[in-house]
């Protein structure tokens, strides 16, 4: 949906404007191809190591970027270390990139055997995946399993995960697999793999990721200049649902205006080509 990303920033030659969420710098590149050399780029990525090969992707463009190791809550922060206090139009892209799922190393994916983990910079004091699996009371695994992930089995789940730890601690996504596997169903109609809920909940309790998107909510109408844009890319609907109340509000209150009534999707054709969009929504609003 790069088209529809970059249209709703109304990206232009010379203004300032935030990724929030860089990660490789792919939106980086098309916003910094759009707003011309005297134009800056400020990214953000709560995963530090990330960084380091998007700087050398962004290194043409040397003289107007600034990379921060930084949760897109302390957005504030960053811009007020640049001495500046708002932007023409910032974008969040909430999904999960490749690096997290093919190379970080840290349990994002079940597919591949690897320490439970799940955080998206291991420098933040918060506990990882394996310490909320082998710790935390069956209860609030259920809820996690069943808010986060809309696990319908969600009780079941958290059944087995704390009948496995009895026997022996799990470390690893595929000890989690195993434990939980028993109990899964596909969805009638989903391609979903059905442990693709579970692991889903768990990175979003681990890095408390509605906290941080509500965080950056409530602060992020001040972050904008007079008809700034603001975009986020959402994948699942506990995410979409807090845009959509916060634009909704925003609104009401005469601080925004929502450009997307209904959110926008991905095509089929995009789909085809990258099947992590099939739940992608896109929502704009424009600040007063
Ligand atoms: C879907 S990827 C971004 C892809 C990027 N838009 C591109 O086009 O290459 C999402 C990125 O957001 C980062 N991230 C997740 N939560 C974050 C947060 N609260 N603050 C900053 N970055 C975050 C992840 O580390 C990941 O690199």
Redesign the pocket.
Known sequence: M?AE?LGGLNCRPGRLYV????????????ILDRIAQEGELVG????PV?LEA?ARRLAPYTSRFFLFP?????LGEVLAALGRSQAAGI???????S??LERSGRGFSFRRDEPLDMR??PGEPLPPAAELVNTLPEAELARIFWEYGEEPRARQVARLVVEARRRRPLRTTGDLLEAVSPVLRPRPGSRLHPATRIFQALRIAV?R?LE??EA?LRQAPAWLEPGGRLVI?S?HSLEDRLVKQHFLAWERQGLCRRLTKKPLRPTAAEVRANPRARTARLRIAEKI
Do not use: K, M, Q, W
Not at 44 to 47: G, I, K, S, V, W
């Open positions: 790069v990303v990724d929030g969420t860089i990660g490789e710098g792919g939106h980086a590149v098309a953000l990525d709560r995963n990330v998007t930084a949760p897109f809550s302390r974008l969040l892209d909430l999904g999960l990139s690096y997290l998206y910079n890095n990721e941080e998107l950056f890319l994948y």
